[in-house]
């Protein structure tokens, strides 16, 4: 380990689970089963379900090296935004226009979004998961990483199972526990789904139409602007200041605009009072994105800026738009977990603030990048490419 700060983090990552022992499991589940009859689950109902549950031990793996990789941004969006993606999702447009249209209507949400958001998700309902949901959910609620959050999820399942919206033994999904169509988490579920087809239940696997208005419905919930979009690529002028890139740096739209921005067809972008942001996902040499308080919204649901271009690019596809303008580069470097930890010490132990050491290149660790790459008369687009960390001596 190079330093303390990296050290630290590796112990909290490797701490064992709660679970590794049967009867500690045991003692684990029957607390959860008490809180879950205070929070008004019938005890054969909480019975029913946990003596079905099991302890899985890949479950913990997966969650352990999440995410294992720093994926590189042409990687991540060739595979999220492919071009049979991009068309499944406009046959799709065609087959469920009248159903989309009308969750718009409610909704205020666009055809083109709830169509990204279920084919990033489970490519249009062709993949929900295997993974036997109460299990995942008990197997991280007795293990010390995030037990509080995967009890209050537990509990919520159990809620579902209560309502009779699935059969349980139908109840399966990611290994995280993020079910149905549009893989909701079972609090998401119990806040935010809908029943769109009039059948008394809210189904989330076999019903699209309840798919697609809780989906519209949660977006609404989180603060969806009706007549915006999430954001646009965009064009800088030579010689732009890249210090002025990213996510907490908001400027109204007419601001960019006499900087000098414009869109990709080279148009100046609009004179008006809506805030946003610039990112460069790919770095300086990559694709440049104004986004808009939308983006926010996509991010509500997934906090991966990725995962939130990705679905704003594939949304702009599926309604007919073209590729990128520019293409982010293939070259970029693919960072390990236990990389980027390092370069996140190492910045902090520098002076430059990336926040928790956790392998996550998220907003502080780009704005420390940012700082460093200022001290060192570099481009500061924030971005981790091989000449970064080679002045940083990650190796």
């Given amino acids: 380990m190079k330093n303390r700060l990296l050290a630290t983090a590796l112990t909290i990552a490797l701490l064992p689970s709660v679970a590794l022992g049967t009867p500690a499991f045991d003692v684990c589940l029957e607390g959860i089963r008490d809180r879950a009859v205070q929070h008004g689950v019938e005890p054969s109902v909480a019975d029913r379900v946990l003596a079905r549950v099991e302890f899985l031990d890949h479950v913990i793996e997966l969650d352990r090296r999440q995410p ?6 042409a990687d991540y969006l060739a595979r999220t935004v492919s071009p049979r993606r991009v068309e499944r999702g406009r046959e799709l447009l065609d087959t469920h226009r009248s159903l989309l249209e009308r969750v718009q209507r409610e909704t205020g949400v666009p055809p083109a979004y709830l169509l990204a958001f279920w084919g990033l998700e489970t490519n249009y309902g062709s993949y929900f998961g295997r993974t036997f949901v109460p299990s995942a959910l008990a ?14 999820e537990l509990i919520a399942a159990l809620q579902i199972v209560q309502e009779d919206a699935i059969p349980l033994e139908r109840m399966r999904g990611s290994w995280a526990g993020a079910m149905g169509h549009v893989q909701f988490m079972p609090s998401v579920f119990l806040r935010h789904a809908v029943d769109g087809d009039g059948d008394g239940r809210r189904d989330l696997w076999n019903s699209v139409p309840d798919a697609m208005l809780s989906a519209g419905s949660f977006l609404k919930d989180l603060g969806w602007e009706t007549g915006y979009r999430w954001g646009r690529e965009v064009l800088l002028p030579t010689g732009f200041d890249f210090a002025e890139a990213g996510k907490t740096l908001r400027r109204p739209l007419g601001e960019w605009r006499r900087m000098g921005v414009t869109d990709v067809s080279g148009h100046p972008v609009a004179e008006l009072d809506l805030p946003a942001t610039l990112l460069l996902p790919a770095g300086h040499r990559g694709p440049a994105f104004l986004v808009y308080p939308n983006f926010n919204v996509i991010l509500g649901w997934n906090r991966s800026e990725y995962y939130a271009l990705a679905v704003g690019h594939l949304a702009d596809r599926i309604a007919g738009a073209g590729p990128l303008h520019t293409s982010p580069p293939s070259d970029a470097p693919r960072l390990s977990r236990d990389q980027v930890m390092q370069m996140q010490a190492t910045l902090n132990d520098r002076g430059f603030d990336s926040g928790e050491v956790d392998g996550i290149l998220g907003p502080a660790t780009r704005n420390a990048i940012r700082g460093f790459q200022l001290s060192e008369g570099m481009i500061p687009d924030g971005f981790a490419g091989r000449e970064l960390l080679a002045r940083l001596d990650i190796e």
């Avoid at 294992?68 to 941004?73: G, K, L, N, S, V």
């Fill in 139 to 152: 197997t991280l609620a007795c293990d010390p990483r995030r037990s509080e959050f995967f009890t209050g």
């Fill in 68 to 73: 294992e990789f720093t994926t590189p941004f």
